[in-house]
């Protein structure tokens, strides 16, 4: 039986398209799709009709006309291309990811919110509902203490809150947007060798790790320390910001106001103290302007904010039993809150702990598939038995050839060996 396509232009159907490409793939948290339109171009036929930014549809089926809508995108690129009479015309483009990929947030703080109310926010704020609908963001079981947002892409904030739920995002045919927990979605599908021409599969372990340290930003932590008087020079444990000197007593006396080491100088100016920030020094003046400050009795106190680090570490004892020590480090200075950073370490270390199984599979006569979705892979030839395996990629390419032999979606599955026991450091 032959698979029919429909490709409807800017609400224009063409039939005498040549070839038709479509890549639907799923990274770790976010989907994304592209098609290829490849027309006939004789004397010049098409080339004033197609305008950049027009709508795509693209449907398949096994019956006529069809009526499964598999594809729907904007026109990006146009590319002309021939020699005399044998000319051609290719359009490409993308799904309506474009439209948040292409938007700026606008600044915003949200503090104990879950995060599918977080990502609704984010879409009506940026994005029109006649554009993008949010019918399909399912509730998840992360709330964010914290979140900032500036100088982001609505594309952007998706993925990190996706990241910090282990969801994944994408915007379906319908130009709905998706947000739902990563391989939650089942397709009821089985590929063995009554649907599937040919299949490989291979095991490794190049991209497990299972030992993540994540860096986020910096951010000032208050720190207090007190010294008996003994002189005019006093070493701080860290680098002071904001400092605030006091000596104490029944009522702390504050000294005020206070200098910049090098760059204060007191028999001309006033300053009390001078903060040596790279001495990680407070020095207490005497001079003409100043005055002399330098305490004689009591006890001094330095309160001041230590700049430190967001760091957070997670390993995976098992795994590393299984394959020896494999780390990575990432480094996210979007990460403004520890959770933030223990929360993105631990998503990356569930999803790199175990060794994967891929597989690649050329199909037969199935055409609806959305990656991201799980299916059941049985070939048991190559050690595959009814397991379950995540749809990474699916490329459709429909042509006179493989629309008649049913052969028009090659697919990329996945299935990742599971370890469990988690260590925070």
Do not use: C
């Amino acid at each position: 039986m032959t698979i029919n396509t429909k490709v409807e232009i800017n609400e224009v159907e063409y039939t005498d398209i040549i070839n038709i490409v479509i890549n639907k793939s799923i990274g770790q948290f976010n989907g994304t799709s592209s098609f290829k339109l490849e027309f006939d171009n004789p004397a010049g036929r098409y080339s004033d009709t197609f305008v950049l930014n027009q709508e795509v549809k693209i449907y398949a089926d096994k019956d006529v006309p069809a009526t499964t809508l598999i594809f729907t995108g904007l026109i990006e690129d146009k590319m002309f291309d021939g020699d005399g009479l044998s000319e051609k015309l290719t359009l490409r483009g993308r799904d309506f990811g474009l439209a948040i990929q292409n938007t700026f947030v606008q600044p915003r703080i949200f503090k104990d919110q879950e995060v599918s109310k977080i990502v609704k926010d984010i879409m009506e704020q940026n994005i029109s509902a006649q554009l993008i609908s949010v019918n399909n963001v399912n509730t998840t079981s992360t709330t964010l203490d914290k979140i900032t947002f500036s100088n982001m892409s609505v594309f952007e904030v998706l993925k990190q809150l996706a990241e910090l739920s282990e969801f994944i995002f994408y915007i379906d045919e319908d130009k709905d947007l998706h947000f739902e927990e990563k391989d939650a979605i089942v397709s009821g599908i089985t590929f063995d060798n009554t649907n599937t021409i040919r299949g490989s599969f291979n095991k490794t372990d190049r991209e497990v790790f299972n030992k993540v340290t994540v860096y986020g930003d910096k951010i000032l932590t208050g720190e207090e320390e007190y010294f008996k008087v003994a002189g005019s020079v006093y070493n701080l444990n860290y680098k002071p910001e904001n400092t605030s000197m006091f000596l104490s007593g029944t009522t702390d006396v504050i000294y005020q106001p206070g200098g910049i080491f090098g760059l204060t100088d007191p028999s001309i100016q006033l300053g009390k103290y001078l903060v040596d920030f790279q001495g990680q020094r407070i020095i207490f003046t005497s001079g003409t302007k100043a005055g002399d400050n330098i305490p004689a009795t009591g006890s001094i106190v330095a309160r001041y904010d230590r700049n430190l680090s967001i760091i957070k570490i997670k390993a995976n004892i098992t795994s590393q039993l299984a394959y020896g020590l494999k780390e990575t480090i990432v480094i996210d200075q979007r990460i403004k809150d520890p959770d933030e950073a223990a929360i993105k370490a631990s998503t990356i270390l569930n999803n790199s702990k175990g060794a994967e199984t891929e597989g690649n599979i050329l199909v037969k006569g199935i055409i609806d598939i959305t990656p991201g979705n799980t299916a059941i892979a049985n070939f048991p030839f190559q050690g595959v038995n009814n397991d379950v395996f995540t749809i990474e990629n699916a490329s459709y390419n429909f042509n006179t050839i493989t629309t008649r032999d049913e052969s028009v979606l090659t697919m990329d599955l996945s299935r990742r060996a599971i370890w469990f026991q988690i260590l925070q450091m």
